[in-house]
């Protein structure tokens, strides 16, 4: 897993490497699930979370990415404001 910034574009890359084949090919189908997943946990994280607090506070985005043999199984974004 890795995280990057990049301040041009004020998004925040978590890169994730799925080893698993039926994992990976889980997130291709359901990677709109993945992402309403995401928004309650980031929303509920973020207190006491200084990661989240000062991605909310750049208002940057959160692009995260599911790797699996080094291609892109899901990809999507979540804005600051929707984890506000």
Known sequence: MSV???P???KVTL???IENEAVAQS???SSVMLRAA????????KNG?????NMINAEATLVCEF???????ASFEITSDEIK
């Open 8 to 10: 041009q574009s004020d």
């Open 38 to 45: 995401f928004i309650p946990y980031l929303k509920h994280a």
């Open 67 to 73: 790797i699996h043999n080094d291609q892109q199984a």
């Open 49 to 53: 979370n200084p990661f989240i607090t």
């Open 4 to 6: 990057t910034y990049e």
């Open 15 to 17: 890169k994730c490497d």
């Open 27 to 29: 997130a291709k189908v």
